[in-house]
């Protein structure tokens, strides 16, 4: 079990450095279009010298032409890949696994490690926990499993997280699934990273909400005479 997660762990921080390494080449590349297209593309708006990208509810205006964005390096790799890649294809809402995402069979088991399996793992045991969590954070149901609920953490880019509880035959089961337009979208290692910050977001919120124990007491114990 060590080594699963540590092989999950370190395919994630993989796919997250992938990421990050060729910022520049997409600011050089996007450079170079008409910032009024790429947005029209991203489903995104072109004002005051930025485009406007929504990303998990907050507005990251990413200046034009240094397209350059007062965020952290990661969020700024998933907002560039986003706008060099979309291309305007409409959404098909048709959900798919990861192995059917362009180039994402080779990394389905990584993906499902620490994403599906995290999602059963951590919350397989708390249904109710997950409905709450999941509307509080927009999420819009679906009639899959024993709860599933749609995100749209980019304007074009939904994702999908179903859980299914345990039972007496089976283990508790947890998917993320994403629209087959994808690829238009995003190339696989943004979706997976975009897709495990899903889980990753709803497991947090969840643990959050779960009772502290009590503080111990610090204070001595004195001997009753």
């Known amino acids: ?33 008409a910032p009024e297209q790429t947005a029209l593309n991203a489903g995104t708006v072109y004002r005051d010298g930025s485009i406007v990208v929504p990303y998990w509810g907050v507005e990251y205006a990413v200046r034009v032409p240094e397209y350059e964005c007062e965020c952290p390096p990661g969020t700024l790799a998933l907002l560039l890949y986003y706008l060099h890649t979309a291309d305007g294809a409409p959404l098909t809402g048709k959900w798919v696994a990861f192995r059917d995402v362009p180039g994402g069979t080779f990394y389905h088991n990584a993906f499902q490690g620490y994403a599906g399996n995290r999602l059963a793992k ?16 927009g999420g819009v149901g679906e009639p899959f499993g024993d709860a599933a609920y749609r995100f749209r953490p980019l304007p074009r880019f939904p994702l999908m997280a179903i859980l299914w509880q345990a039972d007496e035959e089976f283990e508790a089961r947890g998917s993320v699934l994403f ?9 696989i290692d943004a979706c997976a990273v975009i897709g495990s910050s899903l889980v990753q977001k709803v497991v947090r919120l969840v643990e959050s909400r779960r009772p502290k124990p009590p503080a111990m007491s610090t204070t001595p114990l004195t001997s009753m005479e």
Do not use: N
Request: aromatic share 6%; no cysteine.
């Open 122 to 137: 951590s919350l397989g045991d708390q249904v109710a926990a997950f409905k709450y969590v999941a509307e509080t954070m």
């Open 179 to 187: 629209d087959s337009s994808a690829g238009h979208y995003l190339p």
């Open 1 to 33: 079990m060590t080594q699963k997660v540590h092989d999950v762990s370190t395919a994630r921080a993989a796919w997250e450095e992938t990421l990050t390494r060729p910022i520049g080449d997409l600011q050089r590349e996007l450079a170079k279009r």
